[in-house]
């Protein structure tokens, strides 16, 4: 009884394993392939399961007739190929259920007479009290609770699903669901997460450095290349990769190889820039290697603007040092970025102070210290309001009056990238300049008003920018009037009941509004009331004109009568001259024919004479000779007054012309008991004058002379000759001249007695200045030391008078 019991187990065990097999069978033969996943695809595959069904089939039936032919066998003999047949069974079911897994991470499978089999991932879940699979612990909470719907569906009509959903640790869960006949089958594959750290995965490193257009490369522990991609091998002119790491020609050079092997084997990144010739141009690379693994990137364009940008940063550092504005830039972090001389200069900070980029805040608090800063009652506000302009849009002006009397003008721009741009402008020179300028404009003000000229200043555009009170009352105006800064045009308008129509106005108005060629203009008006005005339109620096005008009325009155008697004058003295040579004219007829008749009398043709008929006729002669030299020089006087006086120039021996003298004076010398002297070098040579006047000037002086000089004085004649004149000097032994009668000796009809004698005319002397004047020289007569009296005359070399009469 026992043993059949135990046969009826095992026969049920061989029934259930062969209905496993063909419910794996059957589902994996019914589902979509490619829906599933399972790579069931080809027909040699699905063949090859029939054959593995029905050799599992075949193999219960043979368990199963063993069985009951055990009976009429020997026992042994059945058990031994009842357990192949169970064998053969389980590992067809094994094999199955593989197949049925395929790339599945887990399944589960409910047969009719099994109930769940789990599989793979679901074969370690622990299962609930009535045997089911927790679904939550094999998938996570939020899946199994999603697929408690899709699975209801599927156990009761067979509905099958696809489903993917999300687990708490960000895998993604591939759950399919399927039916065929009384089974049920549900698969799960699982899609890993990214990893956590972002770094990607080998083949798509791979990948991505293969299409990198930069060269990129790997090395063996030995260092050499092992592996480079197509940029890599482009830029050595390579074939290929391959061809590269087989001739192992090198990207790098040789120093910059070895600094990467020596940080390789120190275990550090290797991070440089070098200079490498490709593709026939010198190109500048910024290499990276870790690990064996290298990577160029091309920088050159990069350098070339790095270093346009720092050529650029330089220029318009030294532009900025050359300002006298001060600027200062401080960046997002409140720290000095730069600063120019200016800066320095201004505030007297250190340069090393300043090149260790302290704070804002820092600088101001020394600033504050050495009074350079204004003056703040809460210096703490006040620096927290400078702050507002890091987060200022527009830029903010202000003003620092500093406890110096300095002031300074600030204008702090916030920069795009953050920070701050300060400019401080030193106005105190120009707040002192307007101070200055706003006085002189009131003093010009006041000053003009003080001054008895009328001053109208017009600007370039022609209208009144300036009067004083004098233009007011000179044209009879109001400042009421003038106020609106009227043009040249109203304002003449407003003149004109004075000025009447004339001109004047008019060329005033030409200089206020000429563009070009700008012209003063000087103009008499007489008005219509009887006042005459000298005007004056003056052109300005700055476009403007400035118009004066001053009542000249009286002057012109005087001017007036001035020239009316100078006319009067003149005339008068025309009618002298006339009168002088008419009279001297028909003086010198008569006089010539009593002369010659005295001459005759005295002549023993005629008769003798008694002495004292002979005294008379002496008395006769001198009076005659002398009246004829007066008129003479009435004549010569009369001639050089109307410019009619012309100079016989020549060559003149001196010495000659000084002993011809001597001898025309003979007589006089005689007569008067004076002796004459000559004081000259026979070398004194020769110069140019009129030979005549020169002997007339030397006998005029000579008669003063020997009328002074003292019976039995001597009266000396010299010359001298220097560089580039000539001296005739006279001398005489006489009283001497007093110095306030030496100029006055030299004027007309101007003659003082001497001692018992009778004056002359004066006529003498005035005629010596005047052949000196003629020859471009001077005379002077002054006492001499020792005694007595001496006259110089001076005869330059080269006279342009002379050079005119020779002409």
């Not at 290298?294 to 550092?317: K, M, P, S, Y």
């Not at 007489?526 to 052109?539: H, K, N, S, T, Y």
Request: net charge negative; proline share 4%.
């Amino acid at each position: 009884m026992g043993a059949r019991t135990a046969d009826r187990q095992r026969g049920t065990a061989r029934l259930r394993t062969a209905g496993a097999a063909t419910a794996l069978a059957t589902i994996a033969l019914s589902g979509p392939a490619a829906a599933a996943g399972f790579p069931f695809q080809s027909l040699q595959v699905q063949e090859g399961l029939l054959g593995a069904l029905a050799l599992g089939a075949g193999a219960a039936a043979l368990a199963m007739g063993a069985l009951y032919a055990a009976r009429g066998r020997a026992a042994r003999k059945a058990e031994r190929e009842t357990l192949r047949a169970l064998a053969a069974a389980r590992s067809d079911l094994y094999g199955l259920r593989q197949l049925a897994l395929g790339d599945a991470d887990g399944a589960l499978l409910w047969t009719p007479d099994a109930g769940a089999e789990a599989f793979g991932s679901a074969a370690g879940v622990p299962r609930g009290a009535d045997g089911v699979v927790d679904l939550a612990a094999w998938l996570g909470p939020a899946p199994a609770a999603a697929l408690e719907a899709p699975l209801a569906r599927l156990a009761t009509a067979g509905e099958g699903f696809r489903l993917e959903l999300a687990r708490e640790d960000g895998a993604r869960l591939l759950l399919t669901g399927r039916a065929a006949g009384p089974c049920r089958l549900l698969t799960l594959r699982i899609k890993a997460a990214p990893p956590r750290d972002g770094a990607l995965p080998p083949p798509a490193a791979a990948a991505l450095l293969t299409a990198f257009p930069q060269p990129a490369w790997v090395r063996d522990e030995e260092g050499h290349l092992s592996g480079v991609n197509p940029a890599f091998a482009s830029a050595v002119g390579g074939e290929g990769p391959r061809e590269v790491v087989e001739r192992a020609t090198e990207l790098l050079d040789e120093a910059t190889r070895e600094a990467a092997a020596k940080a390789r084997r120190e275990g550090l990144a290797f991070r440089a820039r070098t200079r490498v010739v490709t593709g026939g141009e010198r190109r500048v690379l910024e290499v990276f290697e870790a690990a064996g693994a290298g990577l160029a990137l091309d920088v050159t364009d990069e350098e070339a603007l790095r270093r346009e940008i720092e050529r650029t940063v330089a220029a318009h550092r030294r532009t900025l040092d050359q300002l006298a504005t001060a600027v200062v830039m401080f960046g997002a972090d409140e720290r000095l970025m730069f600063h120019n001389a200016a800066y320095e200069r201004l505030f007297g900070l250190d340069a090393a102070f300043l090149d260790g980029r302290p704070t804002e805040s820092e600088i101001l608090e020394g600033l504050r210290a050495q009074r350079r800063v204004p003056e703040q009652a809460d210096f703490r506000a006040w620096r927290e309001h400078l702050r507002e302009a890091y987060r200022a849009v527009e830029p903010v002006h202000d003003w620092w009056h500093l406890p110096g009397g300095q002031m300074l003008r600030t204008v702090a721009t916030p920069n795009a990238e953050g920070g701050v741009t300060y400019l401080f402008e030193d106005v105190s020179e120009h707040v002192a300049l307007e101070s200055r300028y706003n006085s002189l404009i009131r003093i010009q003000g006041e000053t003009l008003d003080g001054l008895a000229e009328a001053v109208a200043v017009f600007g370039s555009d022609g209208r009144l920018r300036l009067y004083n009170q004098s233009f007011l009352a000179l044209w009879s105006l109001s400042a009421q009037a003038l106020g609106d800064k009227p043009h040249i045009d109203a304002v003449a308008a407003m003149c004109r009941p004075l000025h009447g129509e004339t001109r004047a106005w008019a060329r005033i108005r030409a200089v206020v509004t000429a563009i070009e060629h700008r012209r003063g203009e000087t103009l008499r008006l007489e008005r219509a009331d009887g006042r005459v005005l000298d005007g004056a339109a003056q052109p300005l620096p700055d476009g403007g004109t400035m118009v004066t005008f001053r009542d000249v009325t009286d002057s012109v009155k005087v001017e007036r009568a001035l020239i009316e008697r100078n006319e009067a004058l003149e005339a008068a003295d025309a009618l002298k001259n006339a009168f002088v040579g008419h009279v001297s004219y028909h003086l010198r007829t008569p006089l010539n024919s009593l002369i010659g008749y005295a001459h005759m009398l005295g002549e023993p043709a005629f008769g003798a004479l008694t002495d004292r008929q002979s005294e008379f006729l002496s008395h006769v002669r001198q009076s005659s000779d002398t009246l004829r030299a007066l008129i003479d020089d009435i004549l010569d006087l009369a001639t050089i007054d109307a410019g009619a006086m012309a100079l016989d120039l020549g060559d003149l021996d001196v010495r000659e012309t000084l002993e011809g003298v001597a001898d025309a004076v003979r007589d006089l010398l005689q007569e008067a008991g004076v002796d004459l002297r000559i004081a000259a070098p026979a070398d004194v040579g020769r110069f140019v004058a009129d030979a005549r006047r020169v002997r007339q000037i030397l006998f005029n002086l000579i008669s003063n002379a020997v009328a002074v000089s003292p019976k039995g004085g001597v009266v000396t004649i010299g010359a001298e000759r220097r560089a580039d004149a000539v001296l005739l000097m006279v001398r005489d032994q006489g009283p001497g001249i007093a110095p306030d009668v030496a100029e006055t000796l030299f004027q007309r009809f101007e003659a003082r007695p001497v001692g018992q004698g009778r004056a002359g005319v004066g006529l003498g002397l005035s005629i010596v200045r005047s052949f000196m004047e003629l020859h471009g020289g001077s005379v002077s007569l002054a006492s001499a030391p020792g005694g007595g009296a001496a006259a110089v005359c001076i005869f330059p070399l080269e006279s342009p008078q002379r050079r005119e009469a020779a002409e």
